[in-house]
């Protein structure tokens, strides 16, 4: 046991003892019992040591300015009381065992990004979205956390839950699109999955919550830039994620770079103790975003360091990554009365229970094993499910004179720069993935059809300022090169298929971009494999929704694969050849041009709204532009068709605060392939205190349907569906009248209408 390692005498080793008796350590002790061990062990602290609990540090610097110097001599005094970004696991084991070297030997909580998976990568969470499937997006959370458990990571810093409505995001990717319902859902699911049932299970891995709060509506669509927002958008449209995160039990979370109210988040006390733990009641800890406490300086807010970390504690946040601001300055901030002892308690307790409840004192190498590790890691069974999740994310964007699937016999000219790259098939966030064990596009179409030919036929980009900024570089010679070999081998093909989009350093953190087209080289090739006169089939790898409306013309299908992971050649191939018909259904808007963004299907009406095929000038509409999206919120097209039938309800007009209204709806395949059609509901509440949104998606369900087969949808309406917050942020319902719509999108709905009074 942990315990036998321990070498003290006198006084001090009694009270150690006393304190760290296996009766105490025992994990399924109650509350109290926990308190009560925590409380004994503060009360052995020293100041220094309870700061030590506050600091974060790591060996890299992967998104930030700076690594932690002399890492190993601050574990080894207590001065870093936790970690991250270890990537080795020897080295990983090494600097666990720091740990023994501190007077009390706590042990570090061991944090990494671990976003979509550890070894086993599964589609970036865009992707994962769009397959509309919590159930599945649970079970590749809880494959990542016994993954990483067993080489001793007990954190990670996901699910990021941030609402965003804008694609020049490049961290997009990294979340679950436009819409707070279905964002919700998923961030309950990822929660469960990270930690399982109970945090001390030895694969359970505690969960972060990010970035609290509202990161997601970044101006501009610029990584770290400033917000602002009325507080029912806040309390409507953007919290409601982490709160849902928060209620599934999130045992950390993290504060965002930007400003909520003109106060940045770090320093924002009404965020972090006046919502988060006062009236949502989280019990957890609060870590920073990297660095976050220095750059409160930059904000305007903080003149030096220590107003800056005096700013943080008092807001709320118990623990500094990386910038090591606390450790060095809250001592002197607590001589001069600017903090309290029992703030910096409070900051080092929370850190201790999160230790605690992890099972870290009982076992600080839990789960560390690495014969373990080979046996649970990129498993034939992970293999699977990464394919079921590409499968599930793949959306079919177009399909003119229903070219998919294709025949396995067909000939086939596979054209494109990521089409046999395996770590292009991740995304910035998967570091830690196995790319030896990817499944490229090529390779997945050579098993089931090995009548295909391959050709780059393209450089990933052409824009200098992004190719000196990303170390590529771009070859005018060479790409006409490469494309007249791309022709000539599409000359002898029945049919071209070709992989464009983003490469893996176009999205993700810090790639925020004022172009989200297709990079000219790659729009060119696709003009000229288009004029072969072959039909063309688009597989578009992404991070983000793109402007593609002017490629669409160019391409008889395309399927938008995003990053799909270790098995997306599988997935694909499977899609491509009809083997399994596509699902996946948009959860983040595509616009037509960048003019239109911020663009998203719960948009409010205005006083002079755009009514299409309407002459009126004087209205809300682009002289330029059309004011629809290119493809919207839930759209997503099938192998086979659905009929909906008319919406039929239970009741119009309905009385009281305690009924029930149910809306159906027949549902037909009338195609010639079994498929999948999510369904969904979205409500509008006609007339209010406060203007609503035209549409809000309230409830969704699977279904799936053999050709010819019909059947009935019912959803129950409640009161709570109908709640909302007012201008005094009071959340209830309003007599009125509603609409319900019901469809395959958040635009090809029927629509019936009630009315609820109370």
Known sequence: ????????TGIGFFIFILCYSPRCSAQDISKKDRDKYISAMMRNMTLDEKLGQLNLVTPMAK?????????????????????????????????????????????????????????????????????????????????????????????????????????????VMEGSGEDPYLGGLIARAMVKGYQGPDLKNETSLMSCIKHFAMYGAAEAGRDYNTTDMSMISMY???????????????????????????????????????????????????????????????????????????????????????????????KQSLKEGKVTINQID????????????????????????????????????????????????????????????????????????????????FSMWSFTG???????????IKKQNSNVTFTLGTQVNNDTVFNRKNFEKYDASEQLKME?????????????????????????????????????????????????????VWLLINGRPMTIEADMRYADAVLDIWRPGTSAGDAVADVLFGNYNPSGKLTMTFPRSVGQIPIYYNHKNTGRPYIPGQTEKFVSNYIDEQNSPLFPFGYGLSYTSFSYSNITLSDTLLQGDKRTLIASVQITNTGKYAGEETVQLYLNDKVASVARPVKELKNFRKIMLQPGETREVSFKITLE???????????????GAFTVYIGTDSEDVKEAKFTWNK
């Open 346 to 425: 409070d900051a080092c307790r929370r850190v201790l229970e999160a230790k605690y409840k992890l099972g870290l004192f009982q076992n600080p190498y839990r789960n560390y094993s690495p014969d373990k590790a080979a046996k649970v890691t990129l498993t034939a069974e992970n293999k699977l499910l990464a394919k079921e999740a590409a499968l599930k994310s793949i959306v079919l964007l177009k399909n003119d004179n229903k070219i998919l699937p294709l025949k396995k016999e067909t000939k086939i000219a596979l054209v494109g720069n990521l089409a046999n790259n395996q770590r292009e098939m």
């Open 63 to 171: 998104t930030g300015p700076f690594a932690t110097k002399n890492i190993n001599l601050k574990i080894m005094d207590g001065s870093a009381g936790n970690v991250y970004g270890i990537l080795s696991a020897g080295s990983m084991h090494s600097k666990l065992m720091l740990a023994d070297s501190t007077r009390l030997k706590i042990p570090l909580i061991n944090g990494l990004d671990i976003i979509h998976g550890y070894k086993t990568i599964f589609p970036i969470p865009l992707g994962l979205s769009c397959s509309w499937d919590t159930i599945m997006i649970e079970k590749t959370a809880r494959v990542a956390a016994i993954e990483a458990t067993a080489v001793g990571y007990n954190w990670t810093f996901s699910p990021m839950v941030d609402i965003t409505r804008d694609p020049r995001w490049g961290r």
């Open 236 to 330: 409507q449209n953007y919290l409601p994620p982490y709160k849902v995160a928060v209620d599934a039990g999130a045992a950390s979370i993290m504060t965002s770079f930007n400003e909520v109210d003109g106060v940045p988040a770090t320093a924002n006390k009404w965020l972090f103790t006046d919502l988060l733990r006062n009236e949502w009641g989280f019990k957890g800890f609060v870590v920073t975003d990297f660095n976050a406490i220095q750059e409160l300086m930059n904000h305007g807010v903080a003149a030096d360091t220590k107003e800056a970390a005096r700013l943080a504690i008092n807001a709320g946040v118990d623990m500094d990554m990386v910038s090591e601001s606390m450790i060095a300055t809250l």
């Open 484 to 536: 007249d070999e791309a022709v000539n081998l599409a000359q002898n093909a029945d049919v071209i298929v070709a992989v464009l989009g983003e490469s893996l350093g176009m999205s993700g953190e810090a790639k925020s971009r004022t172009d989200i087209s297709l990079p000219d080289c790659q729009r060119n090739l696709l003009k000229k494999l288009k004029a072969t006169g072959k039909p063309v």
């Open 434 to 444: 196995d790319a030896n064990n990817v499944v490229t596009i090529l390779n997945g």
């Open 721 to 735: 569906q109908l709640k909302f917050y007012n201008s005094s942020l009071k959340y209830n319902w309003e007599s």
């Open 1 to 8: 046991m942990y315990l036998k390692t321990i070498k003290y």
